[in-house]
């Protein structure tokens, strides 16, 4: 493990024990995540990926090894980190601004305090001017990109992110993809970003963690060498469609993924 390890998750396992049953979703995970580093886990469904990120954040303990964020061993939740899901979650009776806000409050922080830093960060998604709207005037991308300024107001040092994108449709996850490459490079973070999608995790990364099927296991870790920012041409680049073809090739040579159709088969 390097010592400029953001998060340190050594041999962890986890089972999840219900009715006199087990279910083990995770088996020997290791894995460091460097400070600033953008680092995506891929892998099918039910692989444990979620798991792994609820352990990060201390909202799961481990059934077996360690897991350190900032150096220290997490043993209940953290709170130097901000927390995306792929539901946003906002208060209906609360204005978008005070949604944000909400955060500051639970943490029993001064509000006023965060207003400046709450509208500047609402710009920075494009935000600007619907700070009063409440979340059904808003559609699912903008509740979404308020829940990621949700996330940040507290200046967390970690952004865990579990699948944030996976309810909204093509063009505005394709757009929330470049917008939120964008704030990350203006405000750097430690992200730990979980998607099922493959082209999500090659345009976001630094290093893409593919993981087997369960019990989840880190299958390979590719590292992902393409210039930023990586706007809507980097689809175009041949570092994009290496990088692509070889997770696909993971999940093929697996059985995760199969070549052609089995409709009529």
């Known amino acids: 493990m390097t010592s400029a390890a953001a998060i340190r998750i050594g041999g962890v396992a986890k089972t999840f024990r219900r009715a006199g049953q087990e279910t083990q979703a995770l088996a020997r995970v290791d894995l ?15 692989c444990g990926k979620s798991t792994l990120l609820r352990l ?55 509000p ?42 507290h200046d967390p040092t970690l952004l865990l992110m579990d699948e944030p994108f996976g309810a909204l449709d093509a063009l505005t996850r394709e757009q929330m993809r470049v ?24 345009l976001l990364s630094d290093r ?14 590719l590292t992902i060498d393409l210039p930023r920012p990586r706007g809507l041409e980097a689809r175009e680049s041949d570092g994009f469609d290496a990088a692509q073809r070889a997770i696909t090739e993971i999940f093929l040579s697996r059985g995760i993924l199969k070549r052609g159709s089995i409709l009529g088969a």
Request: charged share 25%.
């Open 32 to 46: 460091d995540i460097a400070a600033g580093e953008f680092v995506s886990i891929v892998g099918p469904s039910g």
């Open 56 to 110: 990060v954040a201390g909202l799961l303990g481990p059934s077996e090894g360690v897991v350190e964020v900032l150096g220290k061993r997490v043993e209940g939740p953290v709170t130097e980190i901000g927390i995306v899901f792929q539901s946003p979650v906002l208060l209906d009776w609360r204005t978008l601004l005070d949604n944000v806000l909400a955060q500051v409050e639970l943490r029993g922080l001064k």
């Open 112 to 153: 006023g305090d965060y207003r400046v830093r709450a509208r500047d960060l609402l710009a920075a998604v494009g935000l600007a001017g619907f700070e009063d709207r409440f979340p059904y005037e808003l559609s699912g991308g903008m509740r979404q990109r308020a829940q990621i300024v949700r996330a940040l107001i």
């Open 179 to 202: 917008d939120l490459e964008a704030l990350w490079l203006s405000r750097p973070k430690t992200v730990m970003f979980i998607t099922h999608s493959i082209d999500e995790a090659v």
């Open 208 to 221: 893409v963690v593919v993981m087997s099927e369960r019990p989840g296991r880190i299958d390979r870790v």
